[in-house]
């Protein structure tokens, strides 16, 4: 995806490595209870392979990030708040670790679950 020439030799970071970094961004934020499969497609592939990267789509063009992230929020919660909340921490954990701008996070809220109440 994206290379970089430093004295010794390039660096490549793969799509991959940048959802897997948002995803478990995603998932460490306040409200969040999971990240949804973005089609159904995506979803019958879930049930068969565990993929660590489910709900996260990663663009790259020429310079800039684009992450696209479906979401699935706790009842009860402002879900605008929640989903500022992943916008904003997903764009610093890739920026912080990966050293690339990241010039969108759009947040998809696919749905609501209720937590148990006892």
Same mark, same amino acid.
């Given at each position: 995806?994206?290379?970089?020439n430093?004295?010794?030799g390039?660096?490549?970071?793969?799509?991959?490595?940048?959802?897997?970094?948002?995803?478990?961004?995603?998932?460490?934020s306040?409200? $969040?209870?999971?990240?949804?499969? =973005?089609?159904?497609?995506?979803?019958?592939?879930? @049930?068969? #392979?565990?993929?660590?990267? !489910?709900?996260?789509?990663?663009?790259?063009?020429?310079?800039?990030?684009?992450?696209?992230?479906?979401?699935?929020?706790?009842?009860?919660?402002?879900?605008?708040?929640?989903?500022?909340?992943?916008?904003?921490? $997903?764009?610093?954990?890739?920026? =912080?670790?990966?050293?690339?701008?990241?010039?969108e @996070?759009? #947040?998809?809220?696919?749905? !609501?679950?209720?937590?148990?109440?006892?």
């Open positions: 995806m994206n290379d970089s430093n004295p010794i390039n660096i490549f970071v793969s799509y991959r490595a940048i959802a897997t970094v948002a995803c478990q961004s995603a998932l460490s306040y409200g $969040v209870v999971g990240l949804a499969a =973005k089609n159904l497609a995506e979803g019958l592939v879930q @049930v068969l #392979v565990k993929d660590p990267t !489910l709900g996260v789509d990663v663009r790259f063009d020429e310079k800039h990030i684009k992450i696209d992230l479906y979401i699935i929020v706790e009842y009860g919660t402002r879900i605008k708040e929640v989903a500022n909340t992943v916008s904003e921490n $997903v764009r610093y954990q890739v920026e =912080k670790t990966f050293g690339l701008p990241v010039s @996070v759009n #947040v998809h809220v696919r749905g !609501l679950r209720i937590s148990n109440i006892d």
